[in-house]
C-alpha cells in the first residue's frame, strides 16, 4: 500500500493522487494538518531523505513569514517543533511505499519510474 501525506486543497497532492487512480496504485491520502505526523515519522523521514533541508518546503509563503529566528533549528526536536506548529512546511506530497521508501514532491516521470507503470 502506498500512503500519500499532504494537504486536501494541495495542487500537487491532487496531481499526485489523481496519477495513481489513473494508473490504478491503491493509496491512502493523510491530510498532516487533521492527522498529525508524530515526531518520530518525521526524524525518519529527514533521515531517509537526507536531512531536514529535503523536507522542508523553504519556497514556501509559510517559510517566508516566519520570524528570522525561527529559520534555523538547531537540533532535531527543534525541527520536529517548527513542523508540529506549521505543517504545511513539509515538502509536497510525502509519500511512503510498503517497503518504507519515503520521497517528496510529484513529476509524472518520477512516478512512472517509482512505480514501473506508464512506460
Same mark, same amino acid.
Given at each position: 500500500?502506498?500512503?500519500?501525506?499532504? @494537504?486536501?486543497n494541495?495542487?500537487?497532492? !491532487? !496531481? %499526485?493522487r489523481? /496519477? @495513481?487512480?489513473?494508473?490504478?496504485? #491503491?493509496?491512502?491520502? +493523510?491530510?498532516?494538518?487533521?492527522?498529525?505526523?508524530?515526531?518520530?515519522?518525521?526524524? #525518519?523521514w529527514?533521515?531517509?531523505?537526507?536531512?531536514?533541508? !529535503?523536507?522542508?518546503n523553504? %519556497?514556501?509563503?509559510? /517559510?517566508?513569514? @516566519? =520570524?528570522?529566528g525561527?529559520?534555523s =533549528?538547531?537540533?532535531?526536536?527543534?525541527?520536529?517543533?517548527?513542523?508540529?506548529?506549521?505543517? #504545511?512546511l513539509v515538502?509536497? =506530497? $510525502? $509519500?511512503v511505499? %510498503?517497503d518504507?521508501?519515503?520521497?517528496v514532491?510529484?513529476?509524472?516521470? %518520477?512516478?512512472?519510474?517509482?512505480?514501473? +507503470?506508464? !512506460?
Open positions: 500500500m502506498v500512503t500519500v501525506y499532504g @494537504l486536501d494541495c495542487d500537487t497532492c !491532487k !496531481k %499526485a489523481n /496519477w @495513481l487512480r489513473r494508473f490504478e496504485v #491503491a493509496h491512502e491520502f +493523510v491530510d498532516y494538518r487533521a492527522r498529525r505526523v508524530p515526531a518520530e515519522t518525521l526524524r #525518519a529527514a533521515g531517509q531523505l537526507g536531512g531536514w533541508d !529535503k523536507l522542508v523553504k %519556497a514556501s509563503t509559510t /517559510w517566508r513569514q @516566519l =520570524p528570522e525561527r529559520k =533549528p538547531g537540533s532535531d526536536p527543534e525541527w520536529t517543533l517548527l513542523l508540529k506548529e506549521y505543517p #504545511a515538502k509536497r =506530497p $510525502v $509519500v511505499t %510498503a518504507g521508501v519515503v520521497t514532491g510529484f513529476t509524472d516521470n %518520477a512516478f512512472k519510474a517509482r512505480f514501473g +507503470v506508464g !512506460k
